[in-house]
C-alpha cells in the first residue's frame, strides 16, 4: 500500500470549514482514498471514499487532485462533535488490510 | 441497520489469565478483521476472515492468541495467557466483501495488570 502523510495537528473554529490536507504521491492507479475517523473511547468511523473524483456525501467532501498525489477532506461546517483523530488511507479496497497511520488529531473550538 | 457489536467493552484481568472478545458483524457482511490499536497509534490487523475460513493471519501471535469464527457470522477473539503487553484496544470491523468499505465496532478495551 502507498503510504500517506498528514499533519500531525490542526485547530478548527466551530462553523468553519475544516481542510484536511493528505499527501499519497506514490499512489498507483487502482487504489482508493479512504477516510476514516477515530472519535475517543470509539472504534473508527468510515468517512468517504474515492478513486479519481471528487466525492460528497452527507458528512464530509473528498477533493482529490488531477495526479492524484494529495487529496484534502472537507468537513464544511465543523462542530464541536467532529473533534476527532483522522486518518487518510490509501488502499487497493481489496485483500490488503487498512493500514494506518498516525492521522490529523483536529480540534474544533468553540 | 445495527453496526457491528463487540463485547465486553472493557475489560480488565491479571497477567496469565486468559481472556476472550466477542464480535457480531453488520448482517450479510462475510468478511470480518480483528485488529489491534496501542495506545496513540493507529489499527493494526491481526486477522482476515472470509466467512469461516481465516485467510490472513500472518499478524496474529499464534502462540497465545487464537481466533474463532465458526458458521461464519460471529467471532470470538482469545488472548491465554495474557500478558503485561497485550493492555490495548481490540476491533472488529466487518464489510460485505473484501473490496468493500469496512466498518467498526466500538472495540474492547483490554488492560492486564
Known amino acids: 500500500d502507498a503510504k500517506t502523510t498528514q499533519p500531525t495537528s490542526m485547530d478548527c473554529a466551530e462553523g468553519r470549514a475544516a481542510n484536511l490536507p493528505c499527501n499519497h504521491s506514490?499512489?498507483?492507479?487502482?487504489?482508493?482514498v479512504y477516510w476514516y475517523r477515530q472519535i475517543h473511547s470509539q472504534g473508527p468511523q468510515y468517512i468517504i471514499h474515492g478513486l479519481k473524483n471528487n466525492e460528497t456525501n452527507e458528512m464530509a467532501s473528498l477533493i482529490i487532485t488531477e495526479d492524484r498525489k494529495s487529496s484534502t477532506l472537507i468537513l464544511p461546517h465543523a462542530t464541536l462533535r467532529d473533534t476527532a483523530v483522522y486518518y487518510c488511507?490509501?488502499?487497493?479496497?481489496?485483500?490488503?488490510?487498512?493500514?494506518f497511520g498516525k492521522g490529523t488529531r483536529l480540534s474544533v473550538i468553540a | 441497520e445495527a453496526g457491528v457489536v463487540q463485547s465486553p467493552r472493557y475489560k480488565i484481568i491479571e497477567k496469565k489469565q486468559p481472556v476472550a472478545f466477542w464480535c457480531n458483524p453488520i448482517s450479510g457482511h462475510n468478511t470480518l478483521y480483528w485488529y489491534l490499536q496501542n495506545l496513540g497509534q493507529g489499527p493494526e490487523l491481526l486477522i482476515r476472515y472470509e466467512n469461516e475460513e481465516a485467510v490472513d493471519d500472518s499478524q496474529l501471535p499464534k502462540d497465545r492468541f487464537s481466533a474463532e469464527r465458526l458458521k461464519g457470522v460471529d467471532s470470538t477473539l482469545k488472548i491465554q495467557p495474557a500478558e503485561l503487553g497485550d493492555s490495548a484496544v481490540y476491533l472488529c470491523?466487518?464489510?460485505?466483501?473484501?473490496?468493500?468499505?469496512?466498518?467498526f465496532g466500538p472495540g474492547t478495551r483490554l488492560l492486564v495488570l
Open positions: 488511507i490509501v488502499t487497493f479496497s481489496g485483500n490488503t488490510p487498512l493500514v
Open positions: 470491523a466487518s464489510s460485505q466483501s473484501p473490496r468493500e468499505t469496512q466498518y
Open positions: 506514490t499512489i498507483s492507479g487502482n487504489e482508493y
